[in-house]
């Protein structure tokens, strides 16, 4: 079944604390993404990879870090997470760039205390 | 960037109503997607538009581009109970989509 995993669903952490959430697909997607959803803002996309050893800034890259050393896998790291990082995260990945259709993961739902 | 306004952000319907959502946009899009989001859930993708004017049907939703590329709508005919989301616009014509906040269908049986 193609899909978009990320674990883990659901995350509390205190701050500063790193922690990392590991976004896995099975579609030989080149194209992948992190956004977060904040009530009443949207998603907005924090960083994206167009390839293998390719990331570029999204529109909210602050306080995040992401590396793609294969091409299933897209992880999103927080060094040092801070309250207004509590936050759901959404990885999607899709065939090529951005206009095209995108996959989804379930999400993760960060609180950091 | 681009931006997108979508409207409007809530909207509550009698089951059997019909329900629209716009998006509208100050430049000239390229294309146009549209995502649902079910409560407790991740977005899926409904559509994308690309040609001026076009309209799109699945079912009992159709999906139309504006003449000028500017605005796009979701309408729904005959709301269901199964239709309970946030519906959502994207600007997908970079490598930075970016998406409009979302109308919020709530149906009441």
């Known amino acids: 079944e193609a899909q978009v995993t990320q674990n883990p669903r659901y995350l509390i952490t205190v701050t500063g604390k790193k922690l990392t959430v590991t976004c896995s697909q099975n579609?030989?997607?080149?194209?992948m993404s992190w956004y977060r959803q904040d009530p009443g803002l949207g998603l907005r996309q924090i960083y994206y990879s167009m390839n293998v050893e390719v990331t570029d800034k999204g529109d909210v890259p602050e306080g995040y870090k992401v590396s793609r050393k294969e091409k299933r896998n897209f992880p999103l790291i927080l060094e040092s997470p801070s309250p207004n990082q509590t936050s759901l995260y959404f990885c999607?990945?899709?065939?090529?760039?951005?206009?095209?259709?995108?996959?989804f993961g379930q999400g993760t739902r960060l609180t950091v205390v | 960037g681009q931006q997108v306004m979508q409207i409007p952000q809530y909207q509550h319907v009698q089951e059997g109503e019909d329900f629209t959502t716009y998006c509208n946009s100050s430049?000239?899009?390229?294309?146009i997607q549209w995502y649902k989001q079910r409560p407790g859930g991740h977005p899926v993708f409904l559509i994308q538009?690309?040609?001026?004017?076009e309209v799109k049907k699945q079912k009992r939703l159709t999906f139309q581009f504006g003449e000028a590329k500017k605005n796009s709508s979701l309408h729904i005919t005959a709301t269901q109970t199964t239709d309970v989301g946030t519906y959502f616009c994207a600007l997908a014509g970079s490598y930075i989509p970016t998406f409009g906040r979302g109308t919020s269908l709530i149906v009441h049986p």
């Open positions: 999607a990945s899709s065939l090529f760039r951005a206009d095209t259709e995108a996959f």
């Open positions: 430049t000239t899009l390229s294309n």
């Open positions: 538009l690309v040609k001026s004017g």
């Open positions: 579609m030989n997607h080149e194209y």
